[in-house]
């Protein structure tokens, strides 16, 4: 079946530091991919995403790209900022699965001043 | 902007009782979920509903039953809790957005605020 592999945490940056937490997904066909973020006590919420290879999703300061050799969608920040500090998922639809997504395990994000 | 709606907010069981967490999306989707978050597993599905009138399995469907009550509601019922569904659990809806390169659609999952439940 579908799976999605994250980078494991915690992280823990300095502000202004680059970010990059990896993820790969493994489907049948090219699965549009999405990168939600979680803040303390809430749900979650989509981050960016991307529908089909070669796609770059961005969103507050945030990018990622999907690569189809590898099936990768890292996601990447040039500067974090205490603001940052949350839970980052990343998410796929396969091909083959209408109406279902898989997550990855999360990644703990925690930005110091 | 309601968007999804998820109650309650908490509870706290003994082990054996049941319960019910009701959800409810005010954006006319068509598909709903269920997922549980535990500590370093990320989100598991519990169950779906594709669309109104249909459920189907997840990943981790054992002791829970569903509802698609009608297409803005969708309740998980605990028949006799365990330990174990000790979660937070998430309701979600999903736009279908457009269909895919590989098929399947590009919409994304829009989630209530969650459900902390603890079992004793």
């Known amino acids: 079946g579908d799976s999605v592999t994250q980078m494991e945490g915690p992280v823990t940056l300095s502000e202004e530091a680059f970010l990059t937490i990896n993820c790969t997904y493994t489907?049948?066909?090219?699965?549009?991919l999405f990168w939600y973020v979680q803040y303390p006590g809430e749900g979650l919420q989509l981050l960016l995403k991307a529908t089909k290879a070669d796609d770059k999703g961005s969103n507050k300061g945030f990018e990622a790209t999907y690569r189809k050799e590898t099936t990768s969608f890292h996601l990447e920040k040039g500067s974090v900022q205490v603001s940052d500090s949350a839970v980052y998922f990343c998410?796929?639809?396969?091909?083959?699965?209408?109406?279902?997504?898989?997550f990855g395990q999360g990644t703990i994000l925690t930005v110091h001043p | 902007n309601a968007g999804v709606t998820q109650t309650p907010k908490f509870q706290v069981l003994k082990t054996g009782q049941s319960m019910t967490l009701q959800c409810a999306q005010d954006m006319n989707h068509n598909s709903m979920y269920w997922y549980r978050q535990d500590p370093g597993m990320g989100l598991r599905l519990i169950y779906y509903?594709?669309?109104?009138?249909?459920?189907d399995k997840g990943e981790v469907p054992n002791g829970y039953n569903v509802s698609r009550l009608n297409k803005r509601e969708f309740s998980l019922r605990l028949e006799s809790a365990a330990p174990s569904q000790t979660s937070v659990y998430f309701c979600a809806s999903r736009v279908r957005g457009s269909l895919g390169t590989s098929g399947g659609y590009t919409g994304e999952l829009f989630f209530g605020e969650g459900s902390r439940l603890t079992v004793l």
């Open positions: 509903s594709a669309s109104e009138g249909t459920t």
């Open positions: 998410s796929g639809a396969g091909g083959t699965s209408y109406g279902k997504l898989t």
């Open positions: 489907a049948t066909g090219y699965p549009s």
